[in-house]
């Protein structure tokens, strides 16, 4: 079982949408979980970053947390063509020290 | 600096040859990763650097490829007599320490001919 696991997609939705990524992990002493975008030929850049269970709200985006399921997701709300992209999540077991990435969802934003 | 800065950008050599890759965090950050992107794959993790503790080697690919870090700042990743199959982006991050937010550097790529 590889320690995240995200749909590698590609996931489309129109302008306007909704567009839902999920990501499971599997080690229990994660503490702090991310979400990166990351655009063709450029390097990630941090969304959201969450470290309590609940939901997390910036602007357009939400993070969502569950640590007894061990899942994180992002929404996207009111999808923009500039939010097509990969989009990375990552967590970090403090004691473990370095953080894991999965290998990314990609986003179509269809206008 | 600013950011994480990378050098070089862009480096094109030949096989067999050797190459070196420079890593300058942002300054403060501790904590120091490098990874490795193909074109169109996810990040592979490669090696780890925290304060003054052992690094994490357990990425790296085989033993022509190595790092150092030197006065817990700056990194070279050295990769030894080159194949294609080493033709990627790497990419250098830094965090204030375990547990923050990872920054990542623009990323230096790499074409083995």
């Known amino acids: 079982q590889k320690e995240v696991e995200q749909n590698s997609g590609p996931l489309s939705v129109p302008e306007g949408a909704i567009a839902s990524l999920n990501c499971t992990y599997s080690?229990?002493?994660?503490?702090?979980f991310f979400w990166y975008r990351q655009y063709s030929g450029k390097s990630p850049e941090l969304i959201m970053s969450i470290y309590s269970n609940g939901d997390k709200e910036d602007g357009r985006f939400t993070a969502q947390l569950n640590k007894a399921s061990q899942y994180v997701s992002l929404l996207i709300r009111d999808s923009q063509p500039s939010d097509s992209a990969t989009y990375l999540c990552?967590?970090?077991?403090?004691?473990?020290?370095?953080?894991?990435f999965g290998d990314g969802t990609t986003l179509t934003v269809k206008p | 600096g600013a950011g994480v800065s990378q050098s070089p950008s862009n480096k094109v050599t030949e096989k067999g040859k050797d190459v070196e890759l420079r890593c300058d965090p942002i300054s403060g950050h501790t904590a120091l990763y490098w990874y490795r992107q193909s074109l169109g794959q996810g990040l592979e993790f490669l090696i780890y650097f925290q304060g003054n503790s052992a690094p994490d080697k357990s990425g790296l690919p085989s033993d022509r490829f190595s790092a150092e870090r030197t006065g817990g700042s700056v990194s070279t990743l050295t990769i030894q007599r080159t194949q294609q199959e080493d033709s990627a982006v790497y990419l250098c991050?830094?965090?204030?320490?375990?547990?923050?937010?990872?920054?990542f550097g623009e990323g230096s790529w790499l074409t083995v001919v």
């Open positions: 080690d229990r002493g994660s503490q702090s």
């Open positions: 991050a830094s965090s204030a320490s375990t547990g923050n937010t990872i920054y």
């Open positions: 990552a967590f970090l077991n403090t004691n473990a020290g370095k953080s894991t």
